[in-house]
């Protein structure tokens, strides 16, 4: 194997995201090889070759979509009441696809199950931020070791009254609900409220954004678009790290 430069190298470590990338694109189909050879499934060996990490951020890359740089990723934790009707690997890839375009990652950390069935149709009052209901504040204790700057997405059979999703939380428990029938743009949605986002001024009626209030199941011109201050506003987040 090729041996790398060594300025390319120490340029990257010390956070030099084109030596970085550089670096990744040279040798980005011989790790996919490696997690290939180990894992034998090919969406589960991109999965495992995507991330990068170094000092000062990531590259996320595949083998169909080449290396990105991004600044900050979301992590996150999905918590199973019921399953979506469109498959949380869709959701999870869509969120990406959006959020790359504001320099932040997202990692898809674990996947537990619940068994809460009296939560599975969740009361959520008006969902508005710093209101939460009995339910919702009973649902969101059941975190397990999902750390403090993680968030907690919980995936139920409905909500009362009916949406799509709800990013209301408790204070220091970073959390949103997506229902079963949400759209594939639902996660990256509320996910966006979590992180500070709030929706388009209804008077605009731009369902060509990510944070419409229209319903993301309007959005139109996918993937929907997210304007410089709410990247911003997304890289300011304690939640993105």
């Not at 907690?152 to 949103?176: K, Q």
């Not at 409220?193 to 209030?213: K, P, S």
């Not at 959005?219 to 201050?229: E, G, K, R």
Request: proline fraction near 6%; hydrophobic fraction near 40%; glycine fraction near 8%.
């Amino acid at each position: 194997m090729e041996e790398p430069e060594p300025a390319v190298v120490r340029a990257a470590m010390d956070g030099d995201l084109a030596a970085f990338e550089r670096l990744v694109r040279r040798y980005q189909a011989r790790v996919y090889g490696l997690a290939l050879a180990i894992v034998r499934d090919p969406g589960m060996a991109e999965d495992v070759a995507r991330y990068s990490d170094f000092q000062h951020g990531c590259i996320i890359w595949s083998p169909t979509t080449d290396a990105v740089a991004v600044r900050e990723s979301v992590r996150v934790h999905a918590k199973m009441l019921t399953a979506p009707d469109i498959p949380l690997r869709s959701m999870a890839s869509s969120m990406l696809e959006v959020y790359l375009t504001a320099e932040v990652g997202m990692k898809l950390l674990t996947i537990q199950a619940l068994n809460l069935p009296a939560l599975n149709d969740l009361e959520v009052g008006e969902c508005r931020q710093g209101q939460t209901t009995a339910e919702q504040n009973e649902l969101f204790r059941h975190r397990g070791s999902v750390g403090e700057h993680d968030v907690a997405v919980y995936f139920v059979r409905s909500t009362d009254p009916p949406l799509n999703g709800c990013a209301a939380h408790p204070a220091g428990r970073p959390s949103a609900v997506v229902a079963q029938g949400a759209s594939r743009w639902t996660l990256a949605h509320e996910v966006g409220h979590v992180l500070g986002l709030v929706h388009v001024n209804d008077n605009d009626n731009d369902n060509d954004r990510l944070m419409t209030g229209n319903g993301t199941g309007n959005i139109t011109n996918p993937p929907p678009d997210l304007v410089t201050s709410e990247a911003q506003t997304m890289l300011n987040s304690p939640l993105t790290i």
